[in-house]
């Protein structure tokens, strides 16, 4: 079969999966009933205060709320990089709260993909390097094909072999979304992955977030506080005070901002 | 503060050794000082036979002055005393006893000392390793052959003594021993109130020229002065490892300064903007030095000497073989380790503080940028690197050749100089060839070469340290197992037979050669025959040994080589004796048997040596009369020597010598300069591996994004341990190569500088220690793994969300 006609078939399936409307979308990572709290006794603070949450296969989701409403702590409890106080995560079949630390560790190199604001390369490794770090961390072989189409799509093809130092932002934010995405992980975590970019980066950056989800079928999770950026998702999700404050389906800038403001007010 | 512990580590230990050292010294000059000094307790002069002997009028001459009171002469006889289980009586020396009221008999352990003329004092060790009780019988004989039965009336307290002890027996029991016998020196004691100096100046005036007059005092610093003389030696060896040891402490200190400052570039920045002059940022980096270098100082001195005072209890617990001595703390030995640490640490963060100062105030604002990695002062320190190696290496050569030592000693520090300038591109070009194996083996393990080589002026000063104590070590072994093997080759033309038994006129039982085999450390035993020949009118003891065995006990290959029927083997006196050149031929005869043969010179085997098939010809009968041994070279030598003196019970006197005494004297020194070395140089690869430890755990503090990210991509936490481990082991591995190859290039350029102008033919031997280099390159690579346990579980720790928190 050629690579092509699979993106399609996945593109198909996953256009329906993408509507819930349609049925019963399959469920990529679900939260359920998610604490968690720093601090003990009168000083414990809870950043996330009983947060349920499914986000579908094939679906890009933006994850907003003011400073402290706990969207970073909510992110890193669903990409395994933190343990909740209470509640359960839900990758696919797999239970993340009750896992050890190794078997997390090896959820996040082989089903998970990383997106941060800044500080996404080893500064040691050549671009390409960076990209294949997940794989060769776990001993798996690219798929070259694959690897070939995000660097043609990505535009990287004539920078591989430079070190991060030697990129632009934008440059080094591609980078890291091609390594997100050439393990084919399960969701792909974006932290405020435009925070430290121009707009026409951020924009390159967050045009490819939403091409991975409609042409390759990527589940995308993403935090951000920009409601330009949170208008590329497919949904975006609300959280104040540690707990869900709203949902928003096919946003524009516009009304991601009035339910930002609703929810200041 | 808890990132300078390893720094001051690195002082205490330093500091901890030089404590030690010193206080090592001091206490056993202390305890020679009290030794003798409790050996000549009321002497108030001393007559030494300086270039004559003193004779008994002189004694009398003495006794006659008005000054004197006392007067104990020293006479020892020196008699053969057979001990119970021994086959062969020993020599035991005996001193003569007098009465004195005010000059110090020898004590007494138990027993009493003697007061007839059949009764003796043993010392204590002596009494005790021959099992001799008080009331037991000896038998002892005179070089005369005279006999006499003494009593053990008493054991001599010989706790402090230096070396065997003597045995005591009453004045007028050493006169009929040994009636001539030598007068060693002579106390005196003055009448009360006679001033020592008054009192020497008097004895000095009736002695015949040739015999020398001290006053008591005058004479125990004399005697204090042969015996400090090694310790001043060996002190002066400790103390030159101790400021090794410190100097490296220095290296290490200075690293972590650096680090330390280059992580607080942000808070010194901060202090800068608000209005911290450059030379406030200066001196309170000085005074955080000057705290941290008082502290760690005084927790030296304390170890060192806590260390030193555990050795000297340990040493007077157990037999080491040495005197023991009890602690002696002076001043010098607590200030000046005190004072020397403070200033070495303060030296140390000198350039670290100085580039504090160069913070500017701006770099509190943006976020820490790398530093540029090439600076003029990089290429210009690399330039004198190069040019420092060179004329070191030119030095080195010279002093190869032209054996000096001096200036050998001047090329080897140039030249290491230069290597530590190059360091910079050395190390890291060496880490990236090292690690090229690991670096296949996957990421991590390529990050981590990665690592190594990130910073390398960092990688250079953590290796540097590291350096210092394999080279030296290195240096050590090579130099001493190439001296040893020069001395070795060269004691195998002087002596080329280990050990030779002989008996004069008894016969050698049928099984002697089985009884000396069997004998612990005997590898090989050949028979040889002695005949009496005539030439010319004078006789010759001559030796006949199988020529096929002959190679298996003489050492020497070209003597084995000489040794064939026609020729003689002689020394240079036999030569002398025959009036003939060697080449010359000679005609011997032994009854109605003459032999003409070719004489050749033979040192250091009998006299007069002639292959067996030779010596057959003038005495076909010719009874066996001795053995030549071989000796296995890691036997205890003098052990053996011991053993073969109590073989052969059957005869009543057996004579044993060879080279084996002074081959087992010498060995037994190497071992011990070496395990001296080796062991006070470990200080120094200790400390340095603090550094190494010290280094990482800063830059695990400086890589913690890295590593979260790492983390948050896959990395497990034994995947991030062992990236940490492959780093440190690189950095490890690298210094002991380095210094390894360093420590030959130089042991071997000391060996022929020293030993050169030593040898006969001026040739010299190199040897490569292979198991203790290994073993050298294995230590280092073990430490290196350990240094890297304590970062690596500290980095293991960090949490990857925590790190990857935006600011």
Redesign the interface.
């Known amino acids: 079969m050629e690579p092509g006609s699979d993106m399609s078939l996945q593109t198909g399936e996953l256009a329906a999966g993408r509507l819930p409307q349609d049925g019963m979308p399959r469920t990529a990572i679900r939260a359920h009933e998610l604490r968690k709290v720093y601090g003990q006794g009168d000083t414990a603070v809870a950043a996330l205060d009983g947060v349920s949450v499914d986000f579908a296969v094939g679906n890009f989701t933006a994850i907003m709320g003011p400073s402290g409403s706990g969207k970073?702590t909510l992110m890193?409890c669903l990409?395994g990089?933190?343990t909740p106080t209470s509640g359960q995560v839900l990758l696919g079949e797999t239970e993340l709260t009750q896992l050890p630390?190794?078997a997390l560790?090896?959820i996040?190199?082989?089903r998970i993909g990383?997106v941060?604001?800044?500080?996404?390369l080893?500064?040691?490794?050549s671009a390409k390097?960076n990209i294949l770090?997940?794989l060769?961390?776990?001993?798996r072989k690219p798929d070259q094909q694959w690897l070939a189409t995000l660097v043609d799509v990505l535009g990287l093809a004539d920078r591989l072999t430079h070190r991060p130092s030697e990129l632009s932002g934008g440059q080094q934010q591609r980078v890291a979304v091609a390594?997100a995405l050439v393990g084919r992980p399960e969701v792909v975590f974006a932290?405020?992955p435009t925070?430290n970019l121009d707009s026409r980066s951020g924009a390159e950056v967050l045009g490819f977030l939403r091409r991975s989800v409609r042409e390759f079928g990527q589940t995308v999770v993403m935090v951000t506080h920009d409601p330009l950026a949170a208008s590329y998702a497919d949904r975006v999700v609300m959280l104040a005070d540690g707990k869900l404050a709203g949902e928003l389906y096919d946003p524009k800038p516009e009304t991601v901002l009035d339910a930002l403001r609703q929810l200041g007010a | 503060m808890g990132r300078l512990v390893a720094a001051c580590l690195a002082i205490v230990l330093g500091v901890g050794f030089g404590a030690l050292a010193l206080t090592a010294h001091s206490s056993a000059s202390h305890g020679i000082d009290e030794t003798i000094g409790a050996q000549y307790k009321g002497v108030d002069a001393y007559v030494y036979p300086d270039r004559e002997s003193i004779t008994p009028a002189t004694v009398a001459k003495v006794k006659a002055l008005p000054q004197v009171a006392e007067v104990v002469p020293s006479a020892t006889a020196y008699l053969e005393t057979s001990f119970p289980g021994l086959v062969r009586s020993v020599s035991l020396p005996i001193d003569a006893l007098y009465p004195s009221t005010q000059i110090a008999s020898p004590g007494t352990t138990s027993g009493k000392l003697p007061r007839a003329t059949n009764e003796i004092a043993l010392p204590n060790k002596l009494a005790a390793k021959h099992n001799v009780m008080l009331g037991q019988s000896l038998r002892i004989t005179s070089y005369e052959k005279k006999s006499w039965t003494v009593t053990v009336v008493g054991l001599i307290d010989d706790q402090s003594a230096f070396g065997q002890g003597a045995a005591v027996a009453t004045q007028a029991a050493v006169k009929i021993f040994e009636p001539d016998g030598y007068i060693q020196g002579v106390k005196i004691a003055g009448k009360p109130g006679t001033d020592p100096q008054v009192l020497a100046d008097a004895v000095q005036k009736v002695l015949p020229s040739g015999v020398q007059a001290f006053t008591g005092e005058g004479w125990i610093e004399h005697e204090v002065k042969q015996y400090t003389n090694g310790i001043d030696v060996l002190g002066g060896v400790f103390g030159m490892f101790a400021v090794i040891a410190l100097f490296v402490a220095c290296l290490v200190i200075g690293n972590t300064f650096t680090i330390v400052i280059a992580q607080r570039t942000r808070e010194m920045a901060l202090l800068r903007c608000v209005g911290a002059s450059r030379r406030q940022v200066f001196s309170s980096v000085l005074a955080e030095a000057t705290v941290v270098g008082v502290i760690a100082s005084a927790i030296g001195v304390v170890f060192g000497v806590a260390l030193s005072a555990l050795a000297l209890a340990m040493s007077r617990e157990f037999d080491w073989g040495i005197p023991p001595v009890s602690l002696h703390l002076d001043l010098l030995s607590i200030f000046l380790p005190l004072l020397l640490g403070t200033i070495a640490t303060i030296a140390a963060a000198v350039v670290p503080a100085r580039r504090a100062t160069k913070v500017a105030p701006l770099a509190a604002l943006r976020p820490d940028v790398?530093p540029a990695a090439a600076s003029k002062r990089g290429v210009f320190r690399l330039i004198l690197g190069f040019v420092l190696l060179a004329g070191g290496g030119a030095l080195l050569a010279m002093a190869a050749t032209e054996h000096q030592v001096i200036v050998g000693v001047a090329g080897g520090v140039i030249s290491f100089l230069g290597v530590l300038a190059v360091g910079t591109l050395l190390v890291p070009a060496l880490i990236r060839v090292l690690g090229a194996l690991p670096a296949r083996a996957?990421?991590?393990s390529?990050?981590a070469v990665?690592?190594a080589v990130?910073n390398p002026k960092r990688t250079a000063a953590t290796t540097a340290a590291l350096l210092i104590g394999v080279t030296l070590i290195s240096l050590t072994c090579v130099g001493i197992a190439s001296v040893r093997k020069t001395f070795d080759v060269s004691m195998d033309g002087q002596y080329p037979v280990d050990l030779t038994v002989m008996t004069y006129d008894e016969k050698m039982p049928p099984s002697a050669d089985e009884q000396l085999k069997a004998i612990k450390g005997i590898t090989q035993v050949v028979p040889i025959h002695k005949v009496v020949v005539k030439s010319k009118g004078e006789e010759y003891s001559v030796t006949g040994i199988d020529q096929a065995t002959a190679g298996s006990v003489i050492h020497s290959p070209a003597l084995v080589d000489k040794l064939k029927p026609g020729t003689a083997l002689v020394d240079y006196s036999t030569l002398q004796r025959l009036q003939l050149k060697e080449g010359s031929k000679v005609t011997i005869v032994s009854g109605k048997n003459t032999l003409t043969v070719t004489l050749q010179r033979g040192l250091g085997l009998d006299p007069f040596n002639l292959t067996s098939t030779d010596l057959a010809k003038l005495a076909p009968n010719a009874p066996i009369s001795g053995y030549w041994l071989a000796t296995d070279p890691k036997a205890d030598g003098s052990k053996v020597i011991e053993d073969v003196n109590q073989s052969l019970p059957s005869l009543k006197e057996l004579e044993v010598s060879g080279g084996l005494a002074k081959r087992s004297a010498y060995t037994q020194i190497f071992d011990v300069l070496l395990a001296v070395g080796i062991g006070l140089l470990g200080v120094s690869v200790l400390i340095a591996l603090v550094g190494v430890g010290n280094t990482l755990s800063l830059s695990v503090l400086e890589r913690t994004?890295?590593n979260a990210?790492?983390?948050?991509?896959?990395?497990?936490?034994?995947?991030l341990r062992s990236m940490l481990a492959i780093e440190s082991l690189l950095m490890a591995l690298v210094a002991a190569g380095l210094g390894i190859a360093l420590g030959l290039v130089y042991g071997w350029t000391g060996t022929s500088a020293l030993m050169g102008g030593q040898t006969i033919d001026g040739n010299v031997e190199y040897a490569v220690p292979v198991g203790l280099l290994v073993a050298i390159a294995a230590i280092a690579a073990v430490a290196g793994l350990l240094a890297s346990v304590l970062p690596a579980r500290r980095a293991a720790k960090v949490?990857?969300?925590?790190a990857?928190?935006?600011e």
Request: glycine fraction near 8%; aromatic fraction near 4%.
């Open positions: 970073s890193h990409a990089l933190d630390d190794a560790t090896k996040r190199r082989d990383f941060f604001q800044s500080f996404n080893l500064p040691m490794l390097d770090l997940p060769e961390l776990g001993s390594r932290d405020e925070g | 790398a996957g990421v991590p390529r990050i990665a690592n990130r994004r890295e990210l790492l983390r948050a991509m896959g990395l497990t936490r034994r995947q949490a990857p969300a925590g990857l928190a935006t």
